[in-house]
């Protein structure tokens, strides 16, 4: 994986490893008219070679490109539709267009989708993966205006944004309790994988579910699965058919939950048996067919937010931002008391 270029590496430099002025260097970063086959490979054997990406001031005189870049880890997560539509509602009145980024399933090797928005010369870029290294973003901020959504780290060289995943984790815990369930499964992505470690949502999310388990005197169960809703099914049906009683599962987001509700279907079980929590609270969560209880953290919101934050830097703000939207639980009928819950935890 190439790491975005130290300070120290100048246009200078690529002109003299590929034994070039450096106004031929210019002309090919800026595709000028003119430039042969020959001479654009071996300048750009040499960006390549050290690394080089234009600088900050570079950008500032070639004048804005009226462009932001949104890269999102996935196209089949229903929350980051959210996301976008936020950012656009925010830019309505202004002069700037999204380009769109899906990491895609390689995004695990490295940055690629949002080096390409580096490479397209974008304005200032909004992320949401949660596998690019620390080190690799504090550089890149320091040359582009950068936002990161979902990343609990620290920052010095870019803003992040992020929902209270700790405090939504336990809403849902006690949603379910409140309900009357005592056995509470939480349903998460892969243990040790990139996308529960505890900087990330869903790590924060399992720290918030066993710190509730723990308040409420409860044993902790954790099923981890594959990132996928197919997984999701598969380990549902085999919790459930093992289940032997009422059980509320919280899944990490509502994409699993919907696999949840399928092995539930699938299962014969109602709601009172198998009581189902989401997180995100996608629009297909809201939808009658479905009536999926989950915990919204406001994606438009954060979509808008995220915009004023990135044109805030765009504007010459340096120092990082840190936001924190809270979130609240929508109840919908996937989740119920159970068969011989007392009268009190039927009130939920």
Request: zero cysteines.
């Amino acid at each position: 994986m190439t790491i975005q270029a130290r300070n120290s590496i100048t246009i200078e430099d690529v002109a003299r490893v590929a034994g070039v002025s450096r106004a031929a260097v210019s002309k090919v970063i800026r595709d000028a008219y003119g430039v042969s086959d020959a001479m654009r490979e071996r300048v750009q054997a040499a960006i390549d070679e050290l690394g080089y990406r234009p600088r900050a001031s570079a950008r500032a005189m070639r004048g804005s490109s009226y462009t932001l870049g949104v890269e999102i880890p996935s196209i089949h997560n229903h929350f980051f539709p959210k996301i976008i539509t936020g950012a656009m509602t925010a830019l309505a009145d202004t002069r700037y267009q999204l380009i769109i980024a899906p990491a895609g399933p390689d995004h695990d090797e490295g940055p690629q989708a949002i080096q390409v928005l580096v490479d397209r010369q974008v304005d200032g870029i909004v992320a949401i993966s949660s596998r690019v290294p620390q080190e690799w973003l504090e550089n890149l901020g320091r040359s582009v205006p950068l936002v990161m959504i979902g990343r609990h780290h620290a920052s010095e060289h870019y803003d992040t944004l992020v929902g209270d995943d700790v405090m939504g984790a336990e809403l849902a815990v006690r949603h379910l309790h409140e309900l009357g369930h005592r056995r509470i499964v939480h349903l998460t992505l892969a243990e040790y994988g990139p996308d529960t470690m505890p900087g990330t949502p869903h790590g924060q999310r399992v720290i918030g579910y066993q710190r509730a388990m723990a308040d409420l005197g409860l044993t902790p169960e954790i099923v981890w699965v594959e990132p996928h809703q197919e997984a999701a099914r598969d380990g549902a049906l085999h919790l459930l058919s093992r289940a032997g009683g009422p059980v509320g599962v919280f899944a990490a987001h509502d994409e699993l939950a919907l696999g949840v509700l399928e092995a539930v279907a699938e299962l014969g079980l109602t709601p009172g048996q198998a009581s189902v929590v989401g997180y995100d609270d996608t629009d297909v969560a809201a939808h009658p067919m479905m009536s999926l209880t989950s915990v919204n953290q406001s994606g438009t919101q954060m979509g808008a937010i995220a915009m004023r934050l990135l044109l805030g830097r765009i504007g010459g703000r340096t120092s990082a931002v840190h936001e924190v939207l809270t979130p609240k639980v929508m109840a919908r009928r996937s989740s119920a008391p159970p068969p011989d819950a007392p009268a009190s935890g039927r009130a939920g």
